[in-house]
């Protein structure tokens, strides 16, 4: 399956704050992009740059929506065509929830098609009224973000950005919390699932079970969260590997995960990157970043105006040259038409020509009647044999000295007399039998024959 990558959810902010809250207090990750790199700085909610940097156009803040409050769904669309796949992906995301999609704020990510020549997808989103309640909280603090990701998401593509799994190898992120814990299966680069569980060896065992439905299964543990160096974290990881034995280890600096995800994935494409502050609910800096845009776009367009006037202004010089051009071709065409060089311009010179034309007109005649009767008496002796002896024309070139035919004849006797009556009237040519078809007709060709 092809996965697809799409933009960061802030492609014009060079410095954005990751904001983890949870349990009363934020875990705060700065990040600062050059180039394509980044810097991340854990640093305390009360650090004056937080407030200060908010302040600058290229500044973002970026909060989530927890696991237990939003939602992410896989659906899959019976249909090979991407633009087919998503007309009916609102439909399919309908039927998978317990409440109205109508309340909802949701995206549709990652839609690739598959061998099985259908489109899946991974729709995320959250409920009007917990958007507002996450908002709310975060405002208690006051803490406005901008940006709102999606839990889950965060973790899985932070923990495989930082740890890479192993080919085709099923992991398990577990984020730890005081009392609850977040888990996010998958495999391959993708989730398959993720779940707001308490922090309890069973929970975690009964996710996985749920998911992968074998003892048997390999498992990449990788542990996060403030409570996942703690004597009860080694206990539920040293039971869980009995159980589901792997690889196991602790991302580095494992409390900060979830906001240096937050901080990334705003500034940096890749994988799954979405936005659930959206619609109605869209923060301002947003709107006014819109607003600029169009009013560029409005800007660029006269620009070009400009541009487009400056450049036929400069073009003024360009066209003098081509109307120089073409007045000396019209001076050479004259001279040639009226045979000598015409002293007069414009209506005058062609007036000159006309008169020269009326004169040349008059010498040439008897050589043109000449001509003209020639032909004319050959095409109406063509035409009138065809017509007596039933002959048909599938070709013909006739000039002053030259005529070639072919055609189909009842019989060669009848082509024997169309030779004949060009020979009559001046015009030599040769006769030729070429092939014989059915009901006695023949295919026969003309071409001119040696004058006498």
Known sequence: M???RYDSTARWARISYGLDLHDDR?????????GGRLSLTTIDENDASLRSDLLRRDCVAVGYLRERES???WLTAPFASVSKARQVFPSLLDIQLPFPLEECVYEVLSESPTDARTVSALAVGVRFSDIQKRLQAYSELHMDPALLDQEGLALWTQSIREKPPAPDAMRA???LRRERATVVTGRNGLPSGSHSIRSETADIDRILRARLGSESVSVEWAWAGDDSSG???KEMQKALLKTWPGVSFIHDEPE???A???ATRALLPGPLRCNLRRDQYQHELLRSRERSSSGRSALLVLVAGLILCAAGLGSDSLARRKLHRAMSSFDSQVDRLAGTKVRTKGEKALAEVERSLKTNSRLRQPFVDAISSSVSQTLKTIIDTGNESQLTYEFMTMRPDFLTITGISPSWDRCELLKGRL???GVPVKLERRKSLGDGKIRFSVTPGSPR
């Open 256 to 258: 900060s995960l979830l």
């Open 2 to 4: 092809k996965q697809e």
């Open 423 to 425: 020979d009559t009237i």
């Open 260 to 262: 240096r995800s937050l």
């Open 26 to 34: 934020v875990i705060v990750v700065r990040a600062v992009r050059t």
């Open 71 to 73: 939602f992410a769904r």
């Open 173 to 175: 992120v577990v984020f």
């Open 231 to 233: 004597d009860k974290a």
